[in-house]
Protein backbone atom coordinates (compact mmCIF):
# COMPACT_ATOMS: atom_id res chain seq x y z
CA UNK A 1 0.00 0.00 0.00
CA UNK A 2 1.25 3.35 -0.54
CA UNK A 3 1.28 5.86 2.10
CA UNK A 4 2.94 9.56 2.06
CA UNK A 5 5.03 11.57 4.78
CA UNK A 6 5.47 15.08 4.90
CA UNK A 7 8.12 16.35 6.75
CA UNK A 8 7.22 19.40 9.42
CA UNK A 9 3.57 20.65 10.64
CA UNK A 10 4.53 23.48 9.81
CA UNK A 11 7.13 25.67 8.02
CA UNK A 12 7.49 29.72 8.20
CA UNK A 13 9.83 31.75 5.61
CA UNK A 14 10.41 35.25 4.98
CA UNK A 15 8.46 37.06 1.75
CA UNK A 16 10.99 36.93 -0.68
CA UNK A 17 12.95 33.28 0.71
CA UNK A 18 13.10 30.10 -0.90
CA UNK A 19 10.12 28.08 0.16
CA UNK A 20 10.84 24.06 0.26
CA UNK A 21 7.97 21.55 1.46
CA UNK A 22 9.39 18.14 1.94
CA UNK A 23 7.48 14.85 0.73
CA UNK A 24 8.29 11.21 0.41
CA UNK A 25 6.61 8.89 -0.41
CA UNK A 26 6.25 4.52 -0.81
CA UNK A 27 4.68 2.52 -3.62
CA UNK A 28 5.43 -0.57 -4.68
CA UNK A 29 4.43 0.53 -7.94
CA UNK A 30 6.01 3.99 -10.16
CA UNK A 31 3.47 6.13 -8.39
CA UNK A 32 1.47 9.52 -9.86
CA UNK A 33 2.41 12.04 -7.17
CA UNK A 34 0.71 15.78 -6.63
CA UNK A 35 0.80 18.52 -4.66
CA UNK A 36 -2.79 19.92 -3.30
CA UNK A 37 -3.06 23.76 -1.97
CA UNK A 38 -5.63 24.66 0.97
CA UNK A 39 -6.38 28.41 1.38
CA UNK A 40 -8.79 28.76 4.68
CA UNK A 41 -12.18 28.08 4.43
CA UNK A 42 -11.46 26.43 1.16
CA UNK A 43 -11.05 23.36 -0.46
CA UNK A 44 -7.80 21.59 -2.05
CA UNK A 45 -6.74 23.14 -5.17
CA UNK A 46 -4.22 21.03 -7.23
CA UNK A 47 -0.75 22.97 -7.89
CA UNK A 48 1.09 20.32 -9.72
CA UNK A 49 1.54 16.70 -10.46
CA UNK A 50 3.74 14.14 -11.96
CA UNK A 51 2.16 11.13 -14.11
CA UNK A 52 5.28 9.99 -16.43
CA UNK A 53 8.07 12.25 -18.69
CA UNK A 54 9.80 15.34 -16.87
CA UNK A 55 10.61 14.72 -13.45
CA UNK A 56 10.92 18.40 -12.82
CA UNK A 57 6.89 19.49 -12.97
CA UNK A 58 6.15 23.04 -12.78
CA UNK A 59 2.41 24.28 -11.40
CA UNK A 60 0.65 27.05 -10.69
CA UNK A 61 1.47 30.49 -8.89
CA UNK A 62 5.50 29.55 -9.53
CA UNK A 63 5.83 26.34 -7.71
CA UNK A 64 7.72 23.58 -9.12
CA UNK A 65 8.59 19.65 -7.80
CA UNK A 66 11.13 17.00 -8.55
CA UNK A 67 10.15 13.62 -8.83
CA UNK A 68 13.47 11.90 -7.33
CA UNK A 69 13.00 7.61 -7.81
CA UNK A 70 16.14 7.25 -5.39
CA UNK A 71 15.21 9.24 -2.96
CA UNK A 72 11.41 8.43 -3.26
CA UNK A 73 10.76 12.37 -2.58
CA UNK A 74 8.55 14.90 -4.28
CA UNK A 75 9.78 17.76 -2.78
CA UNK A 76 8.10 21.27 -3.63
CA UNK A 77 9.56 24.52 -4.02
CA UNK A 78 8.97 28.06 -4.83
CA UNK A 79 12.12 30.60 -5.73
CA UNK A 80 10.46 33.80 -3.54
CA UNK A 81 7.82 33.54 -1.50
CA UNK A 82 4.86 35.94 -1.38
CA UNK A 83 2.60 36.71 1.19
CA UNK A 84 -0.42 35.41 -1.20
CA UNK A 85 1.35 31.77 -0.32
CA UNK A 86 0.44 30.96 3.47
CA UNK A 87 -1.92 28.00 3.19
CA UNK A 88 -1.70 24.94 3.85
CA UNK A 89 -0.02 22.08 1.77
CA UNK A 90 -0.86 18.65 0.83
CA UNK A 91 1.62 16.05 -0.94
CA UNK A 92 -0.32 12.95 -2.13
CA UNK A 93 0.17 9.80 -4.21
CA UNK A 94 -1.72 7.44 -5.96
CA UNK A 95 -0.58 3.79 -6.76
CA UNK A 96 -1.96 3.32 -10.19
CA UNK A 97 -3.35 -0.38 -9.95
CA UNK A 98 -5.87 1.65 -7.22
CA UNK A 99 -8.35 2.84 -9.26
CA UNK A 100 -7.99 6.65 -9.04
CA UNK A 101 -7.68 6.67 -4.96
CA UNK A 102 -5.18 9.18 -3.99
CA UNK A 103 -3.46 9.31 -0.25
CA UNK A 104 -3.04 12.79 1.06
CA UNK A 105 -0.21 13.28 3.60
CA UNK A 106 -1.12 15.00 6.99
CA UNK A 107 -0.32 18.54 5.18
CA UNK A 108 2.11 21.44 5.99
CA UNK A 109 1.18 24.55 7.17
CA UNK A 110 3.49 27.53 5.21
CA UNK A 111 3.58 30.99 6.94
CA UNK A 112 5.11 33.96 5.19
CA UNK A 113 6.78 36.41 7.44
CA UNK A 114 7.07 40.04 6.25
CA UNK B 1 -18.16 24.00 -15.51
CA UNK B 2 -19.38 25.11 -12.38
CA UNK B 3 -16.71 23.08 -10.12
CA UNK B 4 -17.81 20.56 -7.70
CA UNK B 5 -20.89 21.92 -6.06
CA UNK B 6 -21.45 20.65 -2.44
CA UNK B 7 -24.50 21.78 -0.06
CA UNK B 8 -24.98 23.38 2.11
CA UNK B 9 -21.90 25.30 2.93
CA UNK B 10 -22.45 25.17 6.71
CA UNK B 11 -25.20 22.98 8.55
CA UNK B 12 -25.85 23.13 12.82
CA UNK B 13 -28.06 20.36 14.16
CA UNK B 14 -28.15 18.93 17.37
CA UNK B 15 -27.04 15.47 18.12
CA UNK B 16 -28.98 12.84 17.04
CA UNK B 17 -30.55 14.50 14.53
CA UNK B 18 -30.13 13.14 10.40
CA UNK B 19 -27.24 14.97 8.27
CA UNK B 20 -27.62 14.54 4.66
CA UNK B 21 -24.78 16.35 2.69
CA UNK B 22 -25.10 16.65 -0.95
CA UNK B 23 -22.60 16.74 -4.10
CA UNK B 24 -22.99 17.30 -7.42
CA UNK B 25 -19.55 16.16 -9.38
CA UNK B 26 -18.03 17.70 -12.35
CA UNK B 27 -20.12 16.43 -15.69
CA UNK B 28 -18.04 13.81 -16.85
CA UNK B 29 -16.02 12.87 -14.21
CA UNK B 30 -16.40 9.25 -13.35
CA UNK B 31 -15.47 8.90 -9.83
CA UNK B 32 -16.35 10.40 -6.28
CA UNK B 33 -14.89 10.89 -3.18
CA UNK B 34 -16.08 12.01 -0.21
CA UNK B 35 -13.61 13.05 2.38
CA UNK B 36 -13.89 14.29 6.01
CA UNK B 37 -11.15 16.98 7.51
CA UNK B 38 -10.44 17.37 11.19
CA UNK B 39 -7.41 19.57 12.83
CA UNK B 40 -7.01 16.11 14.90
CA UNK B 41 -6.96 13.72 12.12
CA UNK B 42 -6.32 15.48 8.41
CA UNK B 43 -7.91 14.67 5.55
CA UNK B 44 -9.83 11.18 6.11
CA UNK B 45 -11.04 9.56 2.53
CA UNK B 46 -14.77 7.97 3.65
CA UNK B 47 -15.87 6.30 0.81
CA UNK B 48 -15.50 6.55 -3.21
CA UNK B 49 -17.37 6.16 -6.29
CA UNK B 50 -16.42 4.67 -9.53
CA UNK B 51 -19.22 4.79 -12.07
CA UNK B 52 -21.41 5.74 -9.45
CA UNK B 53 -20.59 2.22 -7.85
CA UNK B 54 -19.20 2.04 -4.50
CA UNK B 55 -15.15 1.13 -4.53
CA UNK B 56 -14.00 1.36 -0.90
CA UNK B 57 -16.26 1.95 2.33
CA UNK B 58 -13.58 0.93 4.27
CA UNK B 59 -13.16 4.74 5.63
CA UNK B 60 -16.39 5.22 6.56
CA UNK B 61 -16.39 5.49 9.88
CA UNK B 62 -19.63 3.55 12.06
CA UNK B 63 -22.82 2.68 10.38
CA UNK B 64 -24.28 5.68 11.70
CA UNK B 65 -22.68 6.82 8.29
CA UNK B 66 -24.30 6.17 4.70
CA UNK B 67 -23.46 7.25 1.09
CA UNK B 68 -25.37 6.79 -2.28
CA UNK B 69 -24.84 7.90 -5.35
CA UNK B 70 -28.15 7.06 -7.55
CA UNK B 71 -26.77 8.47 -10.81
CA UNK B 72 -23.36 10.24 -12.51
CA UNK B 73 -24.87 13.63 -11.40
CA UNK B 74 -25.28 13.15 -7.78
CA UNK B 75 -24.41 12.13 -4.44
CA UNK B 76 -25.12 12.05 -0.39
CA UNK B 77 -23.37 11.45 2.51
CA UNK B 78 -26.04 11.05 5.66
CA UNK B 79 -25.46 10.57 9.25
CA UNK B 80 -27.82 8.74 11.04
CA UNK B 81 -27.64 10.16 14.14
CA UNK B 82 -25.29 12.53 14.71
CA UNK B 83 -23.16 13.08 17.29
CA UNK B 84 -20.80 15.95 18.29
CA UNK B 85 -17.73 14.12 17.24
CA UNK B 86 -18.84 14.30 13.82
CA UNK B 87 -18.28 18.01 13.15
CA UNK B 88 -15.82 18.21 10.81
CA UNK B 89 -15.21 19.40 7.19
CA UNK B 90 -16.84 17.20 4.48
CA UNK B 91 -15.36 17.14 1.03
CA UNK B 92 -16.31 16.07 -1.91
CA UNK B 93 -14.12 15.86 -4.70
CA UNK B 94 -14.43 13.94 -8.23
CA UNK B 95 -12.16 13.05 -11.46
CA UNK B 96 -12.06 11.47 -14.41
CA UNK B 97 -9.64 8.37 -15.64
CA UNK B 98 -7.35 6.05 -14.06
CA UNK B 99 -6.51 8.71 -11.56
CA UNK B 100 -3.54 10.71 -12.99
CA UNK B 101 -5.83 13.66 -13.53
CA UNK B 102 -6.28 14.73 -9.94
CA UNK B 103 -9.51 15.59 -8.17
CA UNK B 104 -11.38 18.37 -8.46
CA UNK B 105 -12.50 18.90 -4.50
CA UNK B 106 -15.78 21.17 -3.76
CA UNK B 107 -15.84 24.21 -0.83
CA UNK B 108 -16.45 21.52 2.00
CA UNK B 109 -19.63 21.28 4.01
CA UNK B 110 -18.77 22.40 7.53
CA UNK B 111 -20.56 20.21 10.00
CA UNK B 112 -21.62 21.37 13.88
CA UNK B 113 -22.96 19.01 15.76
CA UNK B 114 -24.46 20.43 19.30
Known amino acids: AQSVTQLGSHVSVSEGALVLLRCNYSSSVPPYLFWYVQYPNQGLQLLLK??????LVKGINGFEAEFKKSETSFHLTKPSAHMSDAAEYFCAVSDRSSASKIIFGSGTRLSIRP | DAGVIQSPRHEVTEMGQEVTLRCKPI?????LFWYRQTMMRGLELLIY????????DSGMPEDRFSAKMPNASFSTLKIQPSEPRDSAVYFC????????????FGSGTRLTVV
Open chain 2, 93 to 104: ASTEGAGDYGYT
Open chain 2, 27 to 31: SGHNS
Open chain 1, 50 to 55: YTTGAT
Open chain 2, 49 to 56: FNNNVPID
